[in-house]
């Protein structure tokens, strides 16, 4: 199985601040119809996931530009900026290329 | 606007068998592969099953957890994806999540296994 690596565990940022996560996979999530099929969400506390960034660097609907989605090949990003309250909660990264899919430990965003 | 609406969870006892429902619109479901998603109380996300569209034959998939115990289907003309779960164990308790093509989330319906 396909290990998604999340760092860091917990973050602490301040509001109006920036920030990444890093998830690394134990392999290419490089389909074989060339897509990478690598997906972020933020779970808000008391809620269901959310999807924030899919296929590595894509925006979803609605998701403000603040969120970026990076990388390739077994190495990925998602960067913050302008942290408003909303976005405390548990982010996970997820792959899709490889079955069975699998999702990232997940990383806890606080606010300071 | 897209809804998934899961129901069907409730409290089993180990080696006895559940079918959870997720009810979807707002979208073309027939066009979109179906998913279960779990999550134990406290714990992170584990991906159950997959469910391919009719042009890729309902193709299924599952995690090794679930291989063997779990089954995943639609009907198409109801807009329903179905997890039917048979002799369930104590590690199946979790909040299963429906989601359409990895994109919309249902709000979850709890399923306890405990005797």
């Known amino acids: 199985d396909v290990v998604m690596t999340q760092t860091p565990v917990s973050l602490s940022v301040s509001l109006g601040g920036q920030t990444s996560i890093s998830c690394r996979s134990s392999?290419?999530?490089?389909?074989?119809?060339?897509?990478?099929?690598l997906y972020w969400y933020l779970q808000k506390p008391g809620q269901s996931p959310q999807l924030l960034i899919y296929?590595?660097?894509n925006r979803f609907s609605g998701v403000p530009d603040r969120f970026s989605g990076s990388g390739s090949g077994t190495d990925f990003t998602l960067k913050i900026s302008r942290v408003e309250p909303e976005d405390l909660g548990v982010y996970y990264c997820?792959?899709?290329?490889?079955?069975?899919?699998?999702f990232g430990s997940g990383t806890k965003l606080e606010i300071k | 606007a897209v809804q998934l609406v899961e129901s069907g969870g409730g409290l089993v006892q180990p080696k006895e068998s559940l079918k959870i429902s997720c009810a979807a619109s707002?979208?073309?479901?027939?066009?979109?592969?179906m998913y279960w998603v779990r999550q134990a109380p406290g714990k992170g996300l584990e991906w159950v099953a997959r469910?391919?569209?009719?042009?890729?034959?309902?193709?299924?998939y599952y995690a090794d957890s679930v291989k063997g115990r779990f089954t995943i289907s639609r009907d198409d003309s109801k807009s329903m994806v179905y997890l039917q779960m048979d002799n369930l164990k104590t590690e199946d308790t979790a909040m299963y999540y429906c989601?359409?093509?990895?994109?919309?989330w249902g709000q979850g319906v709890m399923v306890t296994v405990s005797s």
């Open positions: 989601t359409a093509a990895n994109n919309y």
């Open positions: 707002g979208f073309t479901f027939s066009n979109a592969a």
């Open positions: 469910i391919r569209t009719k042009p890729n034959n309902y193709a299924t």
């Open positions: 392999q290419s999530l490089v389909h074989s119809d060339g897509n990478t099929y």
């Open positions: 296929k590595v660097s």
């Open positions: 997820y792959q899709g290329t490889h079955y069975p899919f699998t």
